[in-house]
């Protein structure tokens, strides 16, 4: 049973590295993105509703962790101590900024709140990758070091394929000419760096002891990585002609480090699980919520699929 | 410093920020709901336009609640990671319970609100908010099921050093729980129909405002929802001193102050737990928890004379008692806080009373990474709650018509200027 535990860990994180992958995205190319406020804000606008209801896909991926696997909660979180922390703190910039940016009409005052919701967005792509890059090397022990090569360099790369992400979301969210243009070209530039990044951090993996001896199963692992690399790949190439192609590749892109550390980590999982009765009763009380999750989610979807063309409340 | 005081402090002030903000977020989401309801029943467009300007403030508000409420629930995790290992059987339960019942809904459905203005039929939109009072309040339900269990721990039982759930209906049932809940939910009450009633006096004490109609109904709304708050209020607190005398001897101790009493129950948890130190700091205990009722009589005398003005309207016409309740505004604020924090304090040195020490419970994590967190936290949160609420304050200023919320823009709204 905590087989469908793990399943719903991997949904929740899952939609909120691919709900979270584009909004950070979006930060990081900001300072890009809008020739004037307007336009900026009409890039935002295309966050919509969903920042919100993204933005809670981490929150319940940790209540899952917290109710169904509390020991392992515990051991992770204070092994990963200082990139938590970071994470956290980003969390708090990228959202406050996003929430303060348009409340007043001052030029200086908006621009100041989106350096600060890039500085925050590109700071939590940055501690996610480091995240997997450590993960993707079991559980840390706490002695070693977390800025080791490989988690540094997926530190990088996930950023670039958030990046392309926010480009290909923006490119199918969009209808406001000029805008969507930029998104389209800063989206192939992107692309030039994300591509060589990954496809640098997939070999990295292979030739790393640490990270070879973690796999479980490393052939699952490896065509995971090259189904990553695909993906991205073809997003690249399918960017200008056919947005909403590109965007669910961007998305498979944006799912595999999660559904990587899942098949690295799930032994370990399991040996920090909660008791049957426990689980028993979250089988009864709260596994039934999944698919309500999921319809309400879908209604959002469904109701605000407009394309944008105008600022709103953003 | 001590890193086991350092995390507790980390822990204190994250919990203090995000109670600060999240009490008035409950309260307000019920009246918003209230007034949307009587827009959508009458199709008055004052409803519509307080619905807009409250609401507008509800949002700058509980942003910094969502982030707040994020860093807490890692924190568990972070620092208190012992509390996992021996408890996270029962505790974690009520927390993932939490996030897919309640908070999941609750943030999908405000940002459904936030945008749905003049996209959804009025119904729906009506109803959105209304889902997210329901969740808003079942969100804290839950997470006093938690809470009330480190209090008063029930139905579980111990085996080879971990607790096990027995009875999950008795978790349910807390009274540590349920009464805590509603004393919570009843401060809210208070919390924001005092704030609805200041901001509105303020705005009526200026004689030219052009919106007397609407800060009138605003400030009706305001004396009367803080009117309905205090008798539970009062009562569930003392419910509550009732269930500390005989579950919780050592915080009633540290708050009667009383040296023979806390002889008395050292000796006896000594006997039950063996040798230690088991009485919460008695300053912190005795001066929070009167700072709470003293704030409450305050609150209720002004509360309660208001109620009287509100016979023919005198209310509306005097400004003294208007200023007065605009001076009243941060008060809740401060009892919420101050409630908090002798509840908080008074359960110590346990985490889980009478189970699990809070040394126990804690990470081990190197001082040195507590401080730096401690301090990116409290720097952090300082300055975005400092703009936050200059923001408030600024819509709160600057009347309805000022409101952002369900604004329909177009190419013709202005650029913002460039000003310094």
Not at chain 1, 64 to 93: D, H, K, Q, T
Not at chain 2, 44 to 63: L, P, S
Not at chain 2, 179 to 190: C, E, N, R, S, T
Request: charged share 15%; proline share 4%; hydrophobic share 55%.
């Amino acid at each position: 049973m905590q087989d469908i535990w793990f399943a719903v860990l991997a949904l929740l994180l899952g939609g909120y590295f691919v709900g979270e992958g584009y909004a950070f995205g979006i930060g990081i190319l900001l300072p890009l993105l809008g020739r004037d406020d307007r336009e900026r804000r009409t890039a935002l606008a295309s966050l919509g509703p969903f920042f919100l209801g993204n933005e809670v896909w981490l929150v319940g991926a940790a209540g899952v962790l917290i109710g169904v696997f509390p020991r392992f909660e515990g051991l992770v979180l204070s092994r990963l101590y200082p990139l938590i922390v970071a994470v956290l703190l980003f969390i708090a910039m990228r959202d406050m900024a996003l929430h303060l940016r348009s409340r007043r009409q001052s030029f200086a005052w908006r621009s100041r709140w989106d350096r600060v919701f890039t500085v925050g967005s590109t700071g939590l792509a940055i501690a996610w990758g480091l995240i997997v890059g450590n993960l993707l090397q079991g559980v840390p022990s706490g002695r070693g070091d977390l800025l080791n090569s490989f988690a540094l360099l997926c530190g990088v790369t996930l950023p670039a394929l958030f990046a392309a992400h926010a480009a290909a979301f923006l490119a199918l969210r969009v209808k406001r000419p000029g805008l969507a243009r930029t998104a389209v070209v800063s989206g192939h530039r992107v692309c030039v760096l994300a591509l060589p990044l990954a496809a640098l951090a997939v070999g990295t993996g292979i030739a790393t002891d640490s990270v070879r001896l973690a796999a479980p199963h490393p052939a699952l692992e490896l065509v995971l990585g090259v189904v990553l690399l695909v993906a991205a790949g073809t997003a690249g190439a399918l960017l200008g002609r056919r947005a909403g192609a590109a965007f669910a590749l961007t998305s498979v892109a944006a799912l595999l480090p999660v559904l990587l550390v899942g098949a690295v980590l799930a032994g370990q999982m399991r040996a920090g699980a909660t008791d049957a009765t426990t689980l028993h009763l979250l089988n009864w009380a709260a596994l039934p919520m999944v698919p309500i999750i999921l319809a309400y989610q879908g209604w959002l979807w469904t109701a605000f699929r407009a394309p944008v063309d105008r600022p709103a409340y953003w | 410093m001590d890193p086991l005081l350092l995390a507790r402090l980390q822990f204190a002030l994250t919990t203090s920020f995000h109670f600060l903000f999240v009490t008035l977020t409950l309260g307000l989401a019920l009246l918003l709901a209230v007034m949307e309801t009587r827009y959508v029943r009458t199709g008055d467009e004052t409803y519509a336009r307080m619905t807009k300007f409250w609401g507008q403030i509800y949002i700058v508000n509980y942003a910094m609640g969502i982030v707040t409420g994020i860093v807490m629930e890692f924190q568990f995790g972070l620092n208190w990671n012992g509390l996992g290992h021996t408890a996270g059987n029962v505790f974690g339960a009520p927390l993932a319970m939490e996030t897919l019942v309640a908070f999941f809904a609750e943030s999908t459905f405000l940002g459904m609100w936030i945008f749905g203005w003049d996209r959804l039929p009025r119904k729906v939109h009506l109803t959105l908010m209304w889902l997210v009072t329901l969740t808003a309040f079942l969100s804290a339900y839950w997470i006093m099921v938690a809470n009330g269990w480190l209090h008063h721990p029930v139905g579980y039982v111990m085996r080879g050093g971990e607790a096990h759930v027995t009875d999950f209906a008795k978790l349910l049932t807390n009274p540590f729980t349920l009464v805590a809940f509603g004393h919570i939910a009843a401060g809210a009450l208070i919390t924001a129909g005092v704030f609805l009633a200041g901001i509105s006096g303020y705005h009526l004490r200026r004689k030219k405002t052009a919106e007397a109609d609407f800060f009138r109904r605003s400030l009706r709304i305001g004396v009367i929802t803080a009117g309905i708050g205090l008798l539970p209020s009062i009562g569930l607190g003392v419910v509550q001193f009732i269930l500390i005398r005989y579950d919780q001897p050592s915080k009633d101790a540290a708050f009667n102050n009383d040296p023979a009493q806390i002889a008395q129950t050292q000796a006896e948890m000594v006997h039950t737990y063996g040798p230690g130190h088991y009485i919460p700091p008695t300053a912190a205990v005795e001066n929070s928890g009167d700072t709470m009722m003293y704030i409450w009589v305050l609150v209720t005398l002004v509360v309660v004379t208001s109620l009287f003005m509100l016979r023919r309207g005198r209310l509306f016409r005097s400004s003294r008692i208007q200023r007065v309740l605009t001076w009243t505004v941060p008060l809740p604020f401060i009892a919420n806080i101050a409630g908090w924090l002798f509840r908080e304090i008074g359960r110590q040195p346990w985490a889980v009373y009478g189970l699990l020490r809070t040394d126990q419970a804690s990470s081990h994590i190197s001082a040195g990474w507590v401080t730096a967190s401690l301090i990116g936290f409290v720097l952090l949160f300082l300055t975005l709650a400092t703009v936050d609420y200059t923001i408030i304050a600024r819509y709160s200023r600057r009347g309805p018509d000022r409101a952002d919320l369900g604004a329909t823009e177009s190419d013709a709204t202005p650029e913002p200027v460039i000003a310094f």
